[in-house]
């Protein structure tokens, strides 16, 4: 990976860290967030682990999408290509100047120690949860952003969007 590319995480994680239950979203839809994930990932492309991707509520990216799983015999659609490893996605992302990984836990663990920028909406609830965002060293980031949206507001809870940069 050369140094010219920005590896961004993007997570949505409730008070409890919760992201996701039954390999879904927790929470009911929450347009805000969505429209801000379809703006900040316009034109990029974005990497996964098999499950986020193997997943009726899937998001990928127009450009190229990248599904990291151990299984060599693996089959994706159109638009989506199999590695086996994050370190050979962002091999194949190289020469772009971001990549967004999308997790989902497994992969933001794995991806956390690389991650340039956060961008993490706080969903300010708690949820029932199957899989977690992994705690990161905040003191390693700055936070160069914040959005607030209230109840009402294009979302139905409260929510922050947050972007960390790595200091
Ligand atoms: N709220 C959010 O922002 C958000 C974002 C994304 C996902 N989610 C949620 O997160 C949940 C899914 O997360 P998850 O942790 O269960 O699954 P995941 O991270 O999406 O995918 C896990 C899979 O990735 C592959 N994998 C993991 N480590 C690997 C490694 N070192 N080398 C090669 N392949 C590796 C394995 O695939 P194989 O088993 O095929 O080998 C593993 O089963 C769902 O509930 C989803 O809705 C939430």
Partial sequence: MTK???ISLIA????????GLNNALPWNPIPADWDNLKEV?????????????????RIWSEIENYVI???ADY???????????????????KFEEEVFVLGGEEIFKLSIPFADRIYLTLV?????????????????????????????????????ILTYERK
Avoid: W
């Fill in 75 to 93: 089959v994706v659609d159109a638009g989506f290509e199999v590695v086996s490893s994050l370190e050979e996605a962002f091999e194949k992302c």
């Fill in 124 to 160: 300010h609830e708690t949820f029932e949860g199957d899989a977690f965002f992994p705690a990161f060293n905040k003191n390693d980031f700055n936070i160069t952003e914040r959005k607030e949206f209230l109840k009402g507001q294009n979302t139905p809870y409260n929510i922050s």
């Fill in 69 to 71: 799983t151990r299984q």
């Fill in 41 to 57: 990932t316009k034109d990029k492309k974005m990497i996964m682990g098999r499950k986020s991707y193997d997943n009726p509520h």
């Fill in 12 to 19: 949505a994680m409730s008070k409890n860290r919760a992201i």
């Fill in 4 to 6: 010219q590319t920005t």
